[in-house]
């Protein structure tokens, strides 16, 4: 399973989407993934990498605060969760963070908490992310610290990480218990989730999230998974240490949550 990512990731949805304005919007319902891509325009990926550098350059160089999806800020927008979560993992390791931040663009999470992950007496972030976003990161970003790598298994053979970090990612992967299951497979001892969508009263399903146009013009798709069976999934090989509610507002009844998860001690 360890090399099935390639496989079944679409290749155009690597690059995964945080909302960051105006609230997420959800709309319509698929039988199966496929069909919600025909409902769904998509985006010019080479547009969207070059608007992000051009973005997380200016906090490279210190003339932004903060960037997220391209879009710039004048303070931090913590996600004190993730945070917390993050430095409570560093405290199991000696006061050391191996991370793996899969769909991390760029470094936006990285760059987020680089005032406290400096306390640390080391700290290693890897990110997995498509070809361009990859390319850009080696040539502008990469340093001892951030590394970038086109799949898991590129990653596993350079880094061993002892914690992955999945922020707004499992909605947009077209298999995304698979997905799951290879994870726990790997063996990360922590796995950090974050603002994903879930639903209580329903199954599983697919629908198309759309973008603000603020961001980039685009839509496609995306799962809102059951909770219930979802936790009853990661329950099998890991520990909740923790849930959480995210600010994400939904133009659904459905809502986002984060987990922090620890894997099961063999008895």
């Known amino acids: 399973m360890r090399s099935m990512l390639k496989r079944y990731v679409h290749p155009p949805l690597l690059r995964l989407y945080r909302s960051i304005a105006a609230g997420v919007r959800f709309s319509g319902e698929y039988a199966t993934w496929e069909e919600a ?60 963070l191996n991370v793996v931040d899969f769909g991390g663009s760029l470094g936006s999470s990285y760059f987020q908490t680089r005032k406290f992950l400096d306390t640390l007496d080391d700290c290693r972030w890897c990110i997995v992310e498509q070809k361009a976003f990859v390319a850009a990161g080696r040539k502008y970003f990469s340093d001892g610290r951030l590394r970038f790598y086109e799949s898991l298994d590129e990653c596993a053979t350079d880094r061993r990480a002892d914690a992955i970090l999945l922020s707004s990612v499992i909605q947009y992967l077209p298999r995304p218990h698979e ?30 999230q759309n973008v603000p146009p603020s961001i980039y013009p685009a839509s496609y798709p995306s799962w809102v998974l059951n909770l219930d069976n979802f936790k009853s999934h990661m329950n099998t090989a890991y520990d909740l240490i923790a849930e959480y509610d995210t600010a994400d507002t939904v133009n659904t009844p459905d809502f986002f949550k984060g987990f922090l998860y620890r894997k099961k001690e063999a008895c």
């Not at 497979?185 to 199954?203: E, H, N, T």
Request: aromatic share 12%.
């Open 37 to 96: 891509l025909r409902n769904a325009t998509g985006y010019d990926a080479p547009k969207i990498v070059e608007r992000v550098t051009a973005a997380a350059l200016k906090v490279k160089l210190g003339e932004a605060t903060y960037e997220r999806d391209s879009v710039l800020f004048n303070e931090i927008q913590y996600s004190w969760p993730v945070l917390a979560g993050l430095m409570w993992i560093a405290a199991q390791h000696n006061n050391r």
């Open 179 to 208: 997905f799951l299951e290879d994870i726990m497979q790997r063996g990360f001892r922590f796995i950090l989730v974050d603002r994903s969508p879930f639903s209580v009263d329903r199954a599983d399903r697919i629908t198309v």
